[in-house]
């Protein structure tokens, strides 16, 4: 009986690093709402918000002069 201490080592560690790990989540998830809350913006998951997205209005074509020095 004495031997099996590991089983509770190891689930306390699970918990511990499950428990921090959604502690970060929420943290993370808390302040992109927030942030969401005070700019009122309306971008989906993994989409570029419309300030750093690149121009689509052109048709997705660079121009003659783009990319020149």
Request: with cysteine.
């Amino acid at each position: 009986m004495a031997g099996a201490y590991y089983i509770w080592i190891f689930g306390a560690c699970f918990l511990c690093t499950a428990g921090v790990v959604g502690l970060f989540a929420g943290l993370l998830w808390l302040g992109h709402w927030l942030e969401r809350r005070q700019t009122g913006a309306r971008h989906g998951f993994l989409e570029l918000p419309r300030e750093f997205a690149e121009d689509k209005s052109a048709g997705g074509e660079k121009s003659a002069d783009e990319g020149k020095p």
